[in-house]
Protein backbone atom coordinates (compact mmCIF):
# COMPACT_ATOMS: atom_id res chain seq x y z
CA UNK A 1 0.00 0.00 0.00
CA UNK A 2 1.25 3.42 -0.80
CA UNK A 3 2.08 6.43 1.64
CA UNK A 4 -0.76 8.10 0.46
CA UNK A 5 -3.30 5.10 1.01
CA UNK A 6 -1.87 4.44 4.09
CA UNK A 7 -2.94 7.67 5.17
CA UNK A 8 -6.07 7.53 3.60
CA UNK A 9 -7.07 4.34 5.56
CA UNK A 10 -5.76 5.65 8.75
CA UNK A 11 -7.66 8.80 8.37
CA UNK A 12 -10.96 7.89 7.36
CA UNK A 13 -11.03 4.56 8.74
CA UNK A 14 -12.41 3.22 5.09
CA UNK A 15 -10.56 1.18 3.20
CA UNK A 16 -9.38 3.57 -0.28
CA UNK A 17 -10.75 2.27 -3.53
CA UNK A 18 -7.49 2.17 -5.46
CA UNK A 19 -4.64 0.21 -3.53
CA UNK A 20 -1.90 -1.32 -4.57
CA UNK A 21 -0.69 -4.73 -4.45
CA UNK A 22 3.00 -5.05 -3.39
CA UNK A 23 3.38 -8.71 -4.24
CA UNK A 24 2.54 -8.75 -8.00
CA UNK A 25 2.93 -4.97 -8.86
CA UNK A 26 -0.27 -4.20 -9.52
CA UNK A 27 -3.41 -2.37 -8.14
CA UNK A 28 -5.95 -4.48 -6.04
CA UNK A 29 -8.99 -6.00 -7.74
CA UNK A 30 -12.34 -3.46 -6.65
CA UNK A 31 -14.46 -5.52 -5.02
CA UNK A 32 -17.29 -3.60 -4.25
CA UNK A 33 -19.77 -3.86 -6.79
CA UNK A 34 -21.30 -0.93 -6.33
CA UNK A 35 -18.20 1.16 -6.67
CA UNK A 36 -18.00 -0.78 -9.98
CA UNK A 37 -21.63 -0.15 -11.28
CA UNK A 38 -20.79 3.32 -9.75
CA UNK A 39 -17.93 4.07 -12.18
CA UNK A 40 -19.89 2.49 -15.16
CA UNK A 41 -23.09 4.80 -15.02
CA UNK A 42 -20.92 7.61 -14.41
CA UNK A 43 -18.65 6.81 -17.75
CA UNK A 44 -22.07 5.91 -19.58
CA UNK A 45 -21.91 8.72 -22.06
CA UNK A 46 -18.12 8.04 -22.90
CA UNK A 47 -18.70 3.94 -23.71
CA UNK A 48 -21.37 5.24 -26.12
CA UNK A 49 -18.45 6.45 -28.25
CA UNK A 50 -17.51 3.55 -28.32
CA UNK A 51 -20.37 2.26 -30.66
CA UNK A 52 -19.26 3.59 -34.16
CA UNK A 53 -16.24 2.18 -33.84
CA UNK A 54 -18.09 -1.54 -34.39
CA UNK A 55 -18.26 -0.23 -38.12
CA UNK A 56 -14.35 0.03 -37.70
CA UNK A 57 -14.28 -3.74 -36.53
CA UNK A 58 -15.26 -5.35 -39.83
CA UNK A 59 -12.64 -3.14 -41.44
CA UNK A 60 -9.53 -3.41 -39.55
CA UNK A 61 -10.01 -7.01 -39.36
CA UNK A 62 -10.30 -7.11 -43.23
CA UNK A 63 -6.79 -4.72 -43.37
CA UNK A 64 -5.78 -6.94 -41.00
CA UNK A 65 -5.67 -9.91 -43.23
CA UNK A 66 -4.96 -7.93 -46.45
CA UNK A 67 -1.66 -6.62 -44.52
CA UNK A 68 2.06 -7.48 -46.39
CA UNK A 69 4.53 -8.60 -44.52
CA UNK A 70 6.25 -6.10 -42.04
CA UNK A 71 10.26 -5.46 -42.90
CA UNK A 72 13.04 -7.86 -42.31
CA UNK A 73 13.84 -6.97 -38.63
CA UNK A 74 16.92 -7.25 -36.70
CA UNK A 75 17.29 -8.07 -33.30
CA UNK A 76 19.90 -5.01 -32.01
CA UNK A 77 17.18 -3.35 -30.53
CA UNK A 78 14.15 -5.51 -30.23
CA UNK A 79 15.16 -7.53 -26.37
CA UNK A 80 13.65 -5.31 -23.93
CA UNK A 81 13.53 -6.14 -20.00
CA UNK A 82 11.39 -4.12 -17.08
CA UNK A 83 13.60 -3.68 -14.24
CA UNK A 84 11.88 -2.49 -10.56
CA UNK A 85 13.05 0.18 -8.22
CA UNK A 86 12.06 -2.24 -5.47
CA UNK A 87 13.15 -5.97 -7.12
CA UNK A 88 16.92 -5.81 -5.94
CA UNK A 89 17.96 -2.47 -7.44
CA UNK A 90 21.77 -2.92 -6.64
CA UNK A 91 21.98 -6.29 -8.51
CA UNK A 92 19.95 -4.97 -11.71
CA UNK A 93 22.90 -3.61 -13.57
CA UNK A 94 25.05 -6.97 -13.13
CA UNK A 95 22.12 -9.63 -14.09
CA UNK A 96 21.35 -6.77 -17.20
CA UNK A 97 25.30 -6.85 -18.34
CA UNK A 98 25.29 -11.08 -18.09
CA UNK A 99 21.79 -10.59 -20.33
CA UNK A 100 23.27 -8.60 -22.48
CA UNK A 101 20.30 -6.34 -22.34
CA UNK A 102 20.55 -2.71 -23.72
CA UNK A 103 16.51 -1.56 -23.67
CA UNK A 104 15.00 -1.12 -20.48
CA UNK A 105 11.98 0.00 -18.83
CA UNK A 106 11.22 1.07 -15.74
CA UNK A 107 8.36 2.22 -13.94
CA UNK A 108 7.38 5.58 -12.29
CA UNK A 109 3.93 6.13 -10.24
CA UNK A 110 2.62 9.75 -9.78
CA UNK A 111 0.81 8.35 -6.81
CA UNK A 112 4.92 8.64 -5.13
CA UNK A 113 6.12 11.92 -6.52
CA UNK A 114 8.42 11.26 -3.46
CA UNK A 115 10.82 8.54 -5.12
CA UNK A 116 11.47 10.95 -8.28
CA UNK A 117 15.04 11.39 -7.25
CA UNK A 118 15.61 7.52 -5.78
CA UNK A 119 14.01 6.68 -9.59
CA UNK A 120 17.18 9.29 -10.82
CA UNK A 121 19.40 7.91 -9.06
CA UNK A 122 18.45 4.14 -10.23
CA UNK A 123 18.42 4.95 -13.64
CA UNK A 124 21.60 6.44 -13.74
CA UNK A 125 22.86 3.55 -12.00
CA UNK A 126 21.84 1.76 -15.04
CA UNK A 127 24.81 3.56 -16.92
CA UNK A 128 24.16 3.70 -21.05
CA UNK A 129 21.35 1.88 -21.41
CA UNK A 130 18.58 3.23 -23.19
CA UNK A 131 15.42 3.83 -20.85
CA UNK A 132 11.45 4.01 -21.47
CA UNK A 133 9.83 5.74 -18.71
CA UNK A 134 6.21 3.95 -17.86
CA UNK A 135 4.53 6.69 -16.43
CA UNK A 136 2.37 4.92 -14.12
CA UNK A 137 -0.96 6.86 -13.05
CA UNK A 138 -2.71 7.36 -9.97
CA UNK A 139 -6.95 8.54 -9.95
CA UNK A 140 -5.76 11.64 -7.93
CA UNK A 141 -3.79 12.83 -11.35
CA UNK A 142 -6.70 11.57 -13.16
CA UNK A 143 -8.74 13.65 -11.75
CA UNK A 144 -6.95 16.84 -11.18
CA UNK A 145 -5.15 17.65 -14.06
CA UNK A 146 -3.52 20.91 -13.16
CA UNK A 147 -2.08 19.20 -10.79
CA UNK A 148 -0.75 16.63 -13.21
CA UNK A 149 0.32 18.99 -15.48
CA UNK A 150 2.78 20.06 -12.58
CA UNK A 151 3.98 16.58 -11.78
CA UNK A 152 4.30 15.75 -15.05
CA UNK A 153 6.89 18.76 -16.20
CA UNK A 154 8.65 18.12 -13.24
CA UNK A 155 9.19 14.16 -13.82
CA UNK A 156 10.40 15.19 -17.29
CA UNK A 157 12.72 18.01 -16.11
CA UNK A 158 14.58 14.99 -13.80
CA UNK A 159 14.30 12.31 -15.75
CA UNK A 160 14.26 13.57 -19.57
CA UNK A 161 18.52 13.77 -19.04
CA UNK A 162 17.99 9.82 -18.74
CA UNK A 163 15.14 8.59 -20.66
CA UNK A 164 14.57 10.23 -24.01
CA UNK A 165 10.74 8.05 -24.27
CA UNK A 166 8.02 8.21 -22.15
CA UNK A 167 4.91 5.72 -21.56
CA UNK A 168 1.83 7.89 -20.59
CA UNK A 169 -0.64 5.83 -18.77
CA UNK A 170 -0.34 1.72 -18.19
CA UNK A 171 -3.23 -0.74 -18.63
CA UNK A 172 -5.88 2.09 -19.15
CA UNK A 173 -8.83 -0.64 -19.79
CA UNK A 174 -8.34 -1.47 -16.66
CA UNK A 175 -10.65 1.00 -13.65
CA UNK A 176 -8.69 -0.48 -11.13
CA UNK A 177 -5.57 1.40 -12.44
CA UNK A 178 -7.46 4.78 -12.08
CA UNK A 179 -8.92 5.34 -15.27
CA UNK A 180 -12.97 4.92 -15.63
CA UNK A 181 -13.30 5.25 -18.98
CA UNK A 182 -10.90 6.42 -22.36
CA UNK A 183 -11.94 9.73 -22.18
CA UNK A 184 -10.15 10.47 -19.72
CA UNK A 185 -6.81 9.07 -20.34
CA UNK A 186 -6.75 10.63 -23.70
CA UNK A 187 -7.66 13.96 -21.43
CA UNK A 188 -4.86 12.47 -19.11
CA UNK A 189 -2.42 12.20 -22.39
CA UNK A 190 -3.37 15.78 -24.09
CA UNK A 191 -1.82 16.88 -20.92
CA UNK A 192 1.06 14.91 -21.35
CA UNK A 193 1.46 15.94 -24.96
CA UNK A 194 1.30 20.00 -24.24
CA UNK A 195 3.96 19.70 -20.97
CA UNK A 196 6.28 18.12 -23.95
CA UNK A 197 5.71 20.34 -26.40
CA UNK A 198 6.12 23.11 -24.26
CA UNK A 199 9.30 22.51 -22.65
CA UNK A 200 10.73 19.15 -23.70
CA UNK A 201 10.18 18.80 -27.41
CA UNK A 202 13.04 16.25 -27.99
CA UNK A 203 11.60 13.27 -26.21
CA UNK A 204 9.03 10.56 -27.07
CA UNK A 205 5.66 9.80 -26.04
CA UNK A 206 4.39 6.36 -26.01
CA UNK A 207 0.35 5.36 -25.55
CA UNK A 208 -2.46 4.60 -25.37
CA UNK A 209 -1.11 1.68 -23.08
CA UNK A 210 -4.54 -0.77 -23.58
CA UNK A 211 -3.92 -3.89 -22.00
CA UNK A 212 -4.58 -7.41 -23.18
CA UNK A 213 -6.10 -7.81 -27.15
CA UNK A 214 -9.15 -5.53 -26.72
CA UNK A 215 -9.76 -3.67 -29.77
CA UNK A 216 -12.65 -1.28 -29.12
CA UNK A 217 -10.53 0.37 -26.20
CA UNK A 218 -7.85 0.33 -28.69
CA UNK A 219 -9.42 2.04 -31.66
CA UNK A 220 -11.34 4.68 -28.94
CA UNK A 221 -7.74 5.71 -28.10
CA UNK A 222 -7.06 5.49 -32.17
CA UNK A 223 -9.84 7.60 -33.71
CA UNK A 224 -11.00 10.65 -31.36
CA UNK A 225 -11.43 14.37 -32.00
CA UNK A 226 -8.42 14.65 -29.75
CA UNK A 227 -5.37 16.77 -31.04
CA UNK A 228 -2.66 14.06 -30.03
CA UNK A 229 -0.31 11.71 -31.63
CA UNK A 230 1.19 8.84 -30.13
CA UNK A 231 4.62 9.02 -31.36
CA UNK A 232 5.14 5.01 -30.79
CA UNK A 233 1.69 3.19 -30.12
CA UNK A 234 2.55 1.17 -26.49
CA UNK A 235 0.68 -2.13 -26.25
CA UNK A 236 0.40 -4.52 -23.15
CA UNK A 237 -0.24 -7.76 -25.22
CA UNK A 238 -0.96 -10.31 -23.04
CA UNK A 239 -1.66 -13.64 -24.07
CA UNK A 240 -1.16 -15.36 -20.92
CA UNK A 241 -4.83 -16.85 -20.84
CA UNK A 242 -4.70 -18.55 -23.82
CA UNK A 243 -1.90 -20.35 -22.42
CA UNK A 244 0.91 -21.39 -25.40
CA UNK A 245 1.38 -17.61 -27.90
CA UNK A 246 0.34 -19.99 -30.90
CA UNK A 247 -2.65 -20.87 -29.23
CA UNK A 248 -6.00 -18.57 -30.97
CA UNK A 249 -8.58 -16.28 -29.14
CA UNK A 250 -11.36 -15.85 -31.47
CA UNK A 251 -9.32 -16.67 -34.06
CA UNK A 252 -6.37 -14.73 -33.40
CA UNK A 253 -2.67 -16.03 -32.35
CA UNK A 254 -0.18 -14.05 -31.20
CA UNK A 255 0.89 -12.86 -35.23
CA UNK A 256 -2.81 -11.86 -36.05
CA UNK A 257 -3.51 -9.98 -33.09
CA UNK A 258 -0.13 -7.79 -33.57
CA UNK A 259 -1.49 -7.46 -37.57
CA UNK A 260 -4.92 -6.43 -36.08
CA UNK A 261 -3.17 -3.78 -33.90
CA UNK A 262 -0.44 -2.82 -37.11
CA UNK A 263 -4.01 -2.34 -39.23
CA UNK A 264 -5.44 -0.17 -36.66
CA UNK A 265 -2.47 1.81 -36.37
CA UNK A 266 -2.75 2.11 -40.42
CA UNK A 267 -6.21 3.38 -40.43
CA UNK A 268 -5.49 6.28 -37.67
CA UNK A 269 -3.58 9.13 -37.61
CA UNK A 270 -2.87 9.06 -34.22
CA UNK A 271 0.22 6.92 -34.42
CA UNK A 272 3.67 7.30 -36.22
CA UNK A 273 2.91 3.44 -36.83
CA UNK A 274 5.87 2.31 -34.62
CA UNK A 275 4.97 -0.14 -31.87
CA UNK A 276 6.34 -1.75 -29.22
CA UNK A 277 4.95 -4.02 -27.03
CA UNK A 278 5.96 -2.72 -23.36
CA UNK A 279 4.59 -5.61 -21.04
CA UNK A 280 3.86 -8.72 -21.29
CA UNK A 281 4.52 -12.85 -19.02
CA UNK A 282 2.70 -15.77 -17.60
CA UNK A 283 2.34 -15.92 -14.15
CA UNK A 284 3.79 -18.55 -12.43
CA UNK A 285 2.15 -21.68 -10.66
CA UNK A 286 2.92 -22.38 -7.02
CA UNK A 287 3.99 -18.46 -6.07
CA UNK A 288 0.66 -17.78 -4.28
CA UNK A 289 -0.08 -14.40 -3.49
CA UNK A 290 3.01 -12.85 -5.96
CA UNK A 291 1.58 -13.83 -8.97
CA UNK A 292 -0.63 -11.20 -11.04
CA UNK A 293 -3.31 -14.31 -11.91
CA UNK A 294 -4.34 -17.28 -10.64
CA UNK A 295 -6.02 -20.73 -11.81
CA UNK A 296 -5.59 -22.43 -14.92
CA UNK A 297 -3.82 -19.02 -16.29
CA UNK A 298 -0.50 -19.66 -14.42
CA UNK A 299 2.32 -22.29 -15.90
CA UNK A 300 5.03 -23.94 -14.49
CA UNK A 301 8.42 -22.14 -14.76
CA UNK A 302 9.71 -24.55 -17.74
CA UNK A 303 6.71 -23.60 -19.92
CA UNK A 304 7.79 -19.96 -18.80
CA UNK A 305 10.58 -19.94 -20.28
CA UNK A 306 9.47 -21.90 -23.45
CA UNK A 307 6.91 -19.45 -24.21
CA UNK A 308 9.22 -16.17 -23.99
CA UNK A 309 11.34 -17.17 -26.26
CA UNK A 310 8.78 -18.17 -28.57
CA UNK A 311 6.44 -14.92 -28.26
CA UNK A 312 10.04 -12.78 -28.63
CA UNK A 313 9.74 -14.65 -32.25
CA UNK A 314 6.67 -15.21 -33.45
CA UNK A 315 6.29 -11.07 -32.69
CA UNK A 316 9.30 -10.54 -34.83
CA UNK A 317 8.32 -12.60 -37.64
CA UNK A 318 5.64 -10.42 -38.10
CA UNK A 319 7.77 -7.36 -39.25
CA UNK A 320 5.47 -5.02 -36.95
CA UNK A 321 7.01 -4.90 -33.69
CA UNK A 322 10.27 -2.72 -33.08
CA UNK A 323 10.80 -3.64 -29.84
CA UNK A 324 9.62 -5.58 -26.53
CA UNK A 325 9.77 -5.09 -22.74
CA UNK A 326 9.78 -8.29 -20.52
CA UNK A 327 7.90 -7.66 -18.01
CA UNK A 328 10.31 -7.96 -15.73
CA UNK A 329 13.87 -9.01 -14.77
CA UNK A 330 13.07 -10.13 -10.82
CA UNK A 331 9.26 -10.88 -9.75
CA UNK A 332 8.39 -13.90 -7.33
CA UNK A 333 5.47 -14.33 -8.94
CA UNK A 334 6.60 -14.04 -12.83
CA UNK A 335 10.13 -12.77 -13.19
CA UNK A 336 12.95 -14.39 -14.79
CA UNK A 337 14.41 -14.11 -10.85
CA UNK A 338 12.76 -15.23 -7.78
CA UNK A 339 14.13 -13.75 -4.55
CA UNK A 340 12.22 -14.80 -2.06
CA UNK A 341 13.39 -15.65 0.97
CA UNK A 342 16.35 -12.96 0.81
CA UNK A 343 17.96 -15.23 -2.03
CA UNK A 344 18.49 -14.41 -5.74
CA UNK A 345 17.46 -17.59 -8.10
CA UNK A 346 17.69 -17.67 -11.96
CA UNK A 347 14.64 -19.52 -13.39
CA UNK A 348 15.07 -21.52 -16.85
CA UNK A 349 13.41 -18.09 -18.30
CA UNK A 350 16.11 -16.19 -17.31
CA UNK A 351 18.91 -18.64 -18.78
CA UNK A 352 16.38 -18.86 -21.94
CA UNK A 353 16.54 -14.88 -22.10
CA UNK A 354 19.99 -15.08 -22.36
CA UNK A 355 20.42 -17.93 -24.81
CA UNK A 356 17.99 -15.70 -26.95
CA UNK A 357 19.32 -12.58 -26.98
CA UNK A 358 22.89 -13.92 -27.14
CA UNK A 359 22.17 -16.65 -30.10
CA UNK A 360 20.63 -13.64 -31.86
CA UNK A 361 23.28 -10.79 -31.51
CA UNK A 362 23.53 -8.71 -34.49
CA UNK A 363 21.29 -11.44 -36.62
CA UNK A 364 18.58 -10.24 -39.25
CA UNK A 365 15.60 -12.44 -39.73
CA UNK A 366 15.60 -13.50 -43.28
CA UNK A 367 12.92 -16.73 -43.15
CA UNK A 368 10.06 -17.71 -41.78
CA UNK A 369 8.29 -21.25 -42.00
CA UNK A 370 5.53 -21.94 -40.28
CA UNK A 371 3.98 -25.23 -41.07
CA UNK A 372 0.34 -26.50 -40.75
CA UNK A 373 1.89 -29.79 -38.40
CA UNK A 374 3.49 -27.37 -36.13
CA UNK A 375 7.06 -26.63 -37.20
CA UNK A 376 8.74 -23.29 -36.79
CA UNK A 377 11.44 -22.46 -38.15
CA UNK A 378 13.09 -19.20 -38.48
CA UNK A 379 16.59 -18.35 -40.13
CA UNK A 380 18.32 -15.41 -39.03
CA UNK A 381 21.55 -14.39 -40.56
CA UNK A 382 24.61 -12.31 -39.10
CA UNK A 383 27.56 -11.12 -40.69
CA UNK A 384 29.51 -14.96 -40.73
CA UNK A 385 26.72 -17.45 -39.69
CA UNK A 386 23.41 -18.42 -40.20
CA UNK A 387 21.15 -19.44 -37.15
CA UNK A 388 18.08 -21.65 -37.78
CA UNK A 389 15.57 -21.36 -34.65
CA UNK A 390 13.28 -24.40 -34.74
CA UNK A 391 10.84 -26.04 -32.56
CA UNK A 392 7.47 -28.12 -33.05
CA UNK A 393 4.21 -27.93 -31.39
CA UNK A 394 4.38 -31.64 -32.02
CA UNK A 395 6.69 -33.65 -31.86
CA UNK A 396 8.11 -34.91 -34.45
CA UNK A 397 11.60 -35.59 -36.33
CA UNK A 398 14.31 -33.38 -36.77
CA UNK A 399 18.10 -33.43 -38.85
CA UNK A 400 20.41 -31.22 -38.28
CA UNK A 401 22.27 -29.63 -41.71
CA UNK A 402 26.07 -30.98 -42.22
CA UNK A 403 28.44 -28.17 -40.17
CA UNK A 404 25.43 -27.15 -37.93
CA UNK A 405 26.52 -26.89 -34.13
CA UNK A 406 23.47 -26.91 -32.11
CA UNK A 407 22.88 -25.63 -28.88
CA UNK A 408 19.16 -26.04 -26.63
CA UNK A 409 17.01 -23.43 -25.53
CA UNK A 410 19.16 -22.40 -22.51
CA UNK A 411 22.43 -22.00 -24.82
CA UNK A 412 24.06 -24.99 -24.18
CA UNK A 413 26.21 -26.50 -26.81
CA UNK A 414 24.53 -30.29 -27.18
CA UNK A 415 27.11 -32.77 -28.42
CA UNK A 416 24.68 -34.52 -30.54
CA UNK A 417 21.89 -33.26 -32.11
CA UNK A 418 18.26 -34.18 -31.00
CA UNK A 419 15.90 -36.62 -33.00
CA UNK A 420 13.25 -34.58 -32.19
CA UNK A 421 11.70 -31.34 -31.58
CA UNK A 422 9.76 -30.08 -29.11
CA UNK A 423 8.02 -26.69 -27.92
CA UNK A 424 11.64 -25.84 -26.50
CA UNK A 425 13.62 -24.02 -28.99
CA UNK A 426 16.99 -25.09 -30.10
CA UNK A 427 19.86 -23.06 -32.28
CA UNK A 428 21.07 -24.37 -35.16
CA UNK A 429 24.37 -22.42 -36.33
CA UNK A 430 26.45 -22.82 -39.34
CA UNK A 431 28.88 -20.77 -40.66
CA UNK A 432 28.55 -18.29 -43.88
CA UNK A 433 30.41 -19.87 -47.17
CA UNK A 434 32.46 -16.89 -48.73
CA UNK A 435 29.36 -16.09 -51.31
CA UNK A 436 26.80 -15.57 -48.82
CA UNK A 437 28.93 -13.01 -46.32
CA UNK A 438 28.13 -9.66 -46.08
Same mark, same amino acid.
Given at each position: ???????????????????????????????????????????????????????????????????????????????????????????????????????????????????????????????????????????????????????????????????????????????????????????????????????????????????????????????????????????? *?????? #???? $? +?? /????? =????? !????????????????????????????????????????????????????????????????????? *?????? #???? $? +?? /????? =????? !????????????????????????????????????????????????????????????????????? *??????????????????
Amino acid at each position: MRSSEVRQHVETGETPVYRWDPYSDQPYKIRDKRIKRRIRLQSLPDYLKLLPLLLVLPVNALLAWLLPQGPKRDTSRFFGLCVNLNREADQARAMLDELQVEEVLVRFSLADMGSLAETARFMEGLGSRRILVAVLQDRQHVDDLRQLEEDLHQVFTVLSPLASEFQIGNAINRIKWGFNNPGEYLSFYEVAQRVRDRAFPDILLSGSGVIDFEVLPLLRTLFNGRSIRFDRLASL *LYVDRR #GAPE $N +RQ /GGYDL =RAKIR !AIAAAMRLSRKSSGSLIITETNWPLKHTGKYAPAHGRVCVEEADAARFLVRYYLLSLTTGYVDRIYWHQ *LVAPGY #GLVD $N +RK /GEIRK =REAYF !AFKAMRAQLAGATLIKTTLESDGLHELVFRTDTEQVRVCWSLRPQAWLARAGEQVFDQSGQALPAAPEQ *LSGSVIYARSPLSASESR
